[in-house]
């Protein structure tokens, strides 16, 4: 009996060990967060890009849609358009206050609650190395692998709005991959955005591939130009005319 209690003590010892020296291998969320920081770009770097513009084409997978893109940030504010022939011009953006889109079958809108969180976090020049400042918390739910890469994904909880996941590549250190639910005047919409060809541009790893999947469809942004010491002309981020008047009702 006392030899079994002994094997028995230590199989308990060695497991914990065991445990011990597994959960030593696995970071936690926020040494992820970190890591990921360091690998966009250096600390100087990251300091020096006050705005970014980036430049290209977007286009609908298997239906024979594409178009021009562009997206300009800078001090928290946002602008994108996209303008499809036959379909006309979509825009969407945050001036400091206001989150807005506008398009030419719908009209424009006022964006709020959960929704307008969202754009304020996506017009972030940097979510990954500000990351603290929209998120509470961070948390490594694994391994996981996406396109042939092991990467840990990370539950990252906003400040205003759900959870979304992140998935970084285990190599390289960078994000390779975003799921979220994306509240919209059709409804949630889980949306999925990888984030491919990562190239140095001015010191900063930057993604010009940004492949968005979402209703059972992907739209693929493919950047050809992104800049993130171009001069923004300051009217770039005021309220168009109709937006302006939704306002002030």
Same mark, same amino acid.
């Given at each position: ?126 979510? #990954?190395?500000?990351?603290? @400042? ?6 490594? !739910?694994?391994?996981?692998? =996406? *396109? $042939?890469?092991? %990467? ?30 994306? #509240?919209?005047?059709?409804? @949630? ?6 984030? !491919?060809?990562?190239?140095? =541009? *001015? $010191?900063?790893? %930057? ?43």
């Amino acid at each position: 009996m006392k030899t079994a209690m002994r094997r028995l003590t230590v199989l308990s010892v060695l497991l914990s060990i065991s445990t011990l020296a597994f959960a030593a291998d696995v970071p936690t969320g926020e040494s992820i967060m970190e890591k990921a920081a360091q690998k966009t770009g250096s600390a100087a770097a990251l300091a020096k890009a006050k705005s970014v513009v980036m430049n290209g084409t977007v286009s609908i997978e298997g239906r024979n849609i594409n178009g021009p893109v562009s997206v300009w940030q800078q001090d928290g504010k946002s602008y994108t358009a996209i303008e499809f022939p036959g379909v006309g011009k979509v825009e969407e953006g945050y001036d400091g206050a206001t989150a807005w889109e506008m398009n030419a079958l719908q009209g424009a809108r006022i964006k709020s609650g959960e929704e307008k969180a969202a754009a304020i976090r996506s017009g972030k020049l940097n979510m #990954v190395a500000s990351w603290r @400042e929209e998120y509470k918390s961070a948390l490594n !739910l694994g391994e996981a692998t =996406v *396109e $042939g890469k092991a %990467t840990w994904k990370v539950e990252l909880v906003p400040n205003d709005g759900r959870p979304e996941t992140f998935y970084f590549d285990k190599e390289t250190g960078l994000p390779v991959r975003v799921s979220q639910i994306v #509240v919209s005047p059709l409804g @949630e919409i889980n949306v999925d955005m990888m984030l !491919l060809d990562y190239r140095d =541009v *001015e $010191g900063i790893q %930057t993604p010009f591939v940004m492949k968005q999947v979402a209703a059972g469809q992907v739209m693929a942004m493919r950047f050809t130009k992104i800049s993130y010491s171009e001069k923004i002309p300051a009217d770039r981020f005021e309220l168009p005319a109709t937006v302006k008047a939704l306002v002030k009702k």
